[in-house]
C-alpha cells in the first residue's frame, strides 16, 4: 500500500504582479526593484490595514514578477453596531495554523454579553427601517459596493483561508472571485423580488408583499466561512433583514475582512454585525435569544438538532444545512477517466472537508475493481502538505477532526472494509494531515458508509442492478447530494428523479453553481439556499384585502 506524496514545508509567498497588487511603477517607484532582496516592510498608499512583508522579492518567469507574503494582524476585534469592540470579559481566543499546529493571531472571544449587544444593535437598525426604507434597487447596490470593496483585501483574504482555514493556495484565492459572485447576484436580484395581484371578485382589490423577518442570527461552518457567510448576510441585506453572525472559532478571519468591506462600502450602523465566539457560549446565546426572528445555520446534524431545539421555545423559522454522506452512482457505461476525475474532486478537495462531498462510490460490479484501481492512483498521486506551500491536499482543521476521523477508519477496518490506501494521519509533517483514504468491499450498513468522515475518505460499495443501486444512495439518514455517471440519458432522468437528495449531479461532481438552489432533505435539513429561491428563505408573505 503505497502513501501518498508529501511536501516539505517551504517560505510562504504568493506569485503576484505589481498590476494584480494595484502597485504601479510610475505611482510606486520605490517598489520597481529590479533584483531579488530580503526581507523589508512596504506600507502601501492609502491602505491602512494592508501591511506587505515582502519576504522574498524575485522576478518568477510566467508565474508572476513578485513574490510576496502578507503579515498577518496579531490581533482582531469583533465587529458590532458599527464599531470595532474587545469582548466584554476581555478573553480571546487563538487562532492555530492547522498546516503546522502554531498560532496565528488572537480573536476578541464574544460572550453571551456580547451577543446581547450584537442583537440590540440589529433590532435598532431594523426598528429603524434603515434597510425598509432604501428602494430595493438601492440595497442592491450596498451590496455591489461591498463586493468591490472585499477587491481590496485579496491578497489578505487568500492567505488567512490558507492559514486559519488550510486551503490549497488555488482555492484561497479563489475564495474572493466566488464570494463576490454571491454579492452581484444577490445585489441584481434586490429589486426583483415581486409580489403578486390576486383577483377575488369586483370592488376587491386583494396584493400580496414579501416582508422581511427582522433579526436574522447566522451560524456559519468553518470550511467555507467567507462565501458562506457572505451568501447568508446578502440574502439578509437584499430583503431588508438585519444580521448578527457567529463566525467560526476555528476560522473566523476572512468574516472580519468582510466586516470591514461592509464598514467601507458604508452598511448602517446594526445592519451587520460579525461576532466570533466558541459554539457553546456565543453560538447557543444567539439562537436561544428572544428577541431574534429567524435562523441561518450551516453545520452538523446534532448541533442543528440544538439550534431547532432553541428555535421551537420561541417558534423561530430556520433555514437549515446539515451533514451529508452523499453517494455517486457509477453504472456500467460510464466514462471512467471522467468518473475518476469527477470522483477523486469530489471527495478530496479541501481534504474532503464539504458537507456535500462524494464520500460513497456506489459501483456496478462489472467495473468496481477497475474504478477502486483508478481511485487509488488519484490518492496516491495528491501532495499532501500546507496549502500555501502548494500542497494539492490540506490539513484537517483540527487536531480533534484529525483524531475524529482516523478514529472512523479504524472502525473501517474492524468492521472487515479493505483498506486500499491511506486510514492514518501523514508522519513527519506538522500539523493535522489525513492521507487520501479509499475503502474498498464496503457493504451498505457499515459505519462508515453511514456516517460522515468530513475528511478525504471515500468508501466504494459494489452494486448488481439499477434497483439496488438507488436502494443503497438512498440508504443513509442524510440527504444532502447524490450524484450519477452514464452516457445513458434516459436512465440519468429516471434515477436522479428516484435520488431523495436536494441536488443530484450527473456525470459532473458539484455540477452546478450559485444560482442553483442548495440544500438538503431528509436530516441533511431544509429551506434552500444559493440561487433566487434562497430569497424565499428570509421573507415572508403579507396578503392585503381591500375594499373599493
Known amino acids: 500500500m503505497a502513501a501518498a506524496r508529501h511536501i516539505d514545508a517551504k517560505p510562504r509567498f504568493f506569485y503576484q504582479s505589481t498590476a494584480e497588487l494595484g502597485i504601479h511603477p510610475r505611482r510606486h517607484a520605490k517598489f520597481a526593484l529590479a533584483h531579488p532582496v530580503t526581507a523589508f516592510s512596504l506600507r502601501l498608499p492609502g491602505s491602512d490595514n494592508l501591511q506587505l512583508n515582502l519576504a522574498r522579492l524575485a522576478r518568477s518567469g510566467d ?63 431594523f426598528k429603524a427601517r434603515v434597510l425598509q426604507d432604501m428602494a430595493p434597487h438601492e440595497r442592491g447596490a450596498l451590496l455591489f459596493r461591498i463586493a468591490d470593496e472585499l477587491e481590496k483585501a485579496a491578497d489578505e483574504i ?53 416582508e422581511p423577518y427582522g433579526v436574522s442570527a447566522q451560524i456559519v461552518p468553518w470550511n467555507g466561512p467567507l462565501p458562506v457567510g457572505a451568501r447568508s448576510i446578502a440574502c439578509a441585506i437584499a430583503t431588508a433583514n438585519t444580521v448578527v453572525l457567529k463566525s467560526p472559532e476555528d476560522s473566523p478571519l476572512s468574516l472580519f475582512l468582510l466586516a470591514e468591506a461592509c464598514e467601507r462600502a458604508g452598511v448602517p450602523d446594526g445592519a451587520v454585525n460579525i461576532v466570533c465566539g466558541l459554539g457553546y457560549e456565543a453560538g447557543a446565546a444567539l439562537v436561544a435569544h428572544d428577541d431574534i426572528d429567524h435562523i441561518v445555520f450551516t453545520g452538523s446534524v446534532e448541533t442543528g438538532k440544538s439550534v431547532l431545539r432553541a428555535a421551537a421555545e420561541r417558534v423561530i423559522p430556520c433555514v437549515m444545512e446539515l451533514g451529508g454522506k452523499s453517494g ?82 479504524q472502525v473501517g477496518i474492524d468492521e472487515g472494509a479493505t483498506l486500499c490506501t491511506g486510514g492514518k494521519r501523514v508522519a513527519g509533517l506538522d500539523g493535522y494531515f489525513m492521507a487520501p483514504t479509499v475503502f474498498g468491499d464496503v457493504t451498505p450498513q457499515m459505519r462508515i458508509a453511514q456516517e460522515e468522515f468530513f475528511g478525504p475518505v471515500v468508501v466504494i460499495i459494489p452494486f448488481e442492478d ?83
Not at 470595532?84 to 476578541?108: F, H, L, M, T
Request: proline share 3%; aromatic share 6%; hydrophobic share 40%.
Open 466 to 548: 439499477t434497483e439496488e443501486a438507488i436502494e443503497i444512495a438512498n440508504g443513509t439518514d442524510f440527504g444532502l447530494a447524490a450524484g450519477l455517471y452514464t452516457n445513458n440519458l434516459s436512465l440519468a432522468h429516471k434515477v436522479a428523479h428516484r435520488l431523495v437528495a436536494g441536488q443530484v449531479y450527473v456525470n459532473q461532481w458539484w455540477a452546478g453553481g450559485i444560482e442553483t438552489p442548495f440544500g438538503g432533505m431528509k436530516r441533511s435539513g431544509y429551506g434552500r439556499e444559493k440561487g433566487q429561491e434562497a430569497l424565499l428563505g428570509y421573507v415572508q408573505t403579507k396578503n392585503i384585502g381591500i375594499k373599493l
Open 328 to 409: 455517486g452512482i457509477v453504472f456500467p457505461d460510464a466514462d471512467l477517466d471522467q468518473v475518476a476525475e469527477s470522483a477523486a474532486a469530489g471527495i478530496f478537495k479541501h481534504a474532503g472537508q464539504i458537507c456535500s462531498a462524494g464520500s460513497r462510490l456506489i459501483v456496478h460490479r462489472s467495473l468496481y475493481d477497475e474504478v477502486v484501481s483508478r481511485l487509488v492512483a488519484k490518492a496516491e498521486a495528491l501532495t499532501v502538505g500546507p496549502g500555501i506551500d502548494g500542497a494539492e491536499l490540506g490539513p484537517l482543521i483540527s487536531a480533534r477532526q484529525l483524531d475524529r476521523v482516523e478514529a472512523l477508519c
Open 158 to 210: 487568500a492567505e488567512v483561508e490558507c492559514l486559519d482555514n488550510g486551503k490549497t493556495l488555488e482555492k484561497g484565492r479563489a475564495e474572493l472571485p466566488l464570494t463576490q459572485r454571491y454579492l452581484r447576484y444577490y445585489a441584481g436580484l434586490a429589486d426583483k423580488l415581486e409580489g403578486r395581484q390576486i383577483p377575488i371578485g369586483t370592488d376587491l382589490l386583494d396584493y400580496t408583499t414579501h
Open 63 to 125: 508565474q508572476g514578477e513578485r513574490i510576496m507574503s502578507i503579515e498577518i494582524r496579531p490581533y482582531w476585534k469583533n465587529y458590532i453596531g458599527g464599531k470595532w469592540v474587545d469582548s466584554s470579559d476581555g478573553q480571546r481566543i487563538d487562532i492555530i495554523n492547522p498546516g503546522n499546529g502554531q498560532k496565528i493571531c488572537e480573536v476578541a472571544r464574544g460572550t453571551g454579553a456580547d451577543i446581547d449587544k450584537a442583537v440590540a444593535a440589529a433590532r435598532s437598525c
